[in-house]
């Protein structure tokens, strides 16, 4: 599997805009580029996915560089209910094994 | 729509004992994976199953198994418990085709 690398923490204000970056340089054509995040006490959750496009949903939305080589997650106002692991994962076709690094911790503080 | 169920949530075992998790995935997905997931390695991946057949398996030894019946709902096996087996067994659904995996709250084993 490909790998990815992300900061192992970060820190955001509530209510300001977050962006988690993920460097993914040896990225294949075929893998799409997932991100999870798991709350304290919880299974993780799954945020969304792209394979080149950008893309948005309720929760977040993923930026992909140009040469998919890096991508960033991008939380529009975070809250202190977004205080997670965020996790980037990368995995080809219907491929359903995720293997997890060490993600990012966010914290968030009034 | 109910989330993956699974139980017991916590549990306690003595070394040597075997012990049988269970997982409900969500109503109509196929696909469930485990994970174990320990302080020291993170979230590792065990194995997936699809229609009853294991398709996918992690690195772990022959004392972890698994299974899943006709109804997509699984059950994983760890015989003669270690220490080290004490972590936090997720397991986590999709519908065939489908990437994105709901998880469960985990099921928290400690082996004394």
């Known amino acids: 599997d490909a790998k990815t690398t992300q900061p192992n923490s970060m820190e955001s204000n509530e209510e300001e805009p977050v962006h988690l970056p993920c460097n993914h340089s040896?990225?294949?054509?075929?893998?799409?580029i997932h991100w999870y995040r798991q709350l304290p006490s919880q299974g993780p959750e799954y945020v969304i996915h792209g394979l080149t496009s950008n893309v948005n949903n309720r929760m977040a939305s993923l930026a992909i560089a140009e040469d998919r080589k890096s991508s960033t997650l991008i939380l529009h106002r975070a809250t202190l209910r977004d205080a997670a692991v965020y996790y980037c994962?990368?995995?080809?076709?219907?491929?359903?094994?995720?293997?997890f690094g060490t993600g990012t911790r966010l914290q968030v503080t009034l | 729509k109910a989330g993956v169920t699974q139980t017991p949530r916590y549990l306690i075992k003595t070394r040597g004992q075997q012990v049988t998790l269970s997982c409900s995935p969500i109503?109509?997905?196929?696909?469930v994976s485990w994970y174990q997931q320990t302080p020291g390695q993170g979230l590792q991946f065990l194995f997936e199953y699809f229609s009853e057949t294991q398709r996918n398996k992690g690195n772990f030894p022959g004392r972890f198994s698994g299974r899943q019946f006709s109804n997509s709902r699984s059950e994983m096996n760890v015989s003669t418990l270690e220490l080290g087996d004490s972590a936090l067994y997720l397991c986590a659904s999709s519908l065939a085709g489908r990437t994105e995996a709901f998880f469960g709250q985990g099921t928290r084993l400690t082996v004394v």
């Open positions: 994962i990368l995995l080809t076709g219907t491929a359903s094994k995720l293997t």
């Open positions: 109503s109509g997905h196929r696909s």
């Open positions: 040896t990225i294949s054509g075929t893998d799409y």
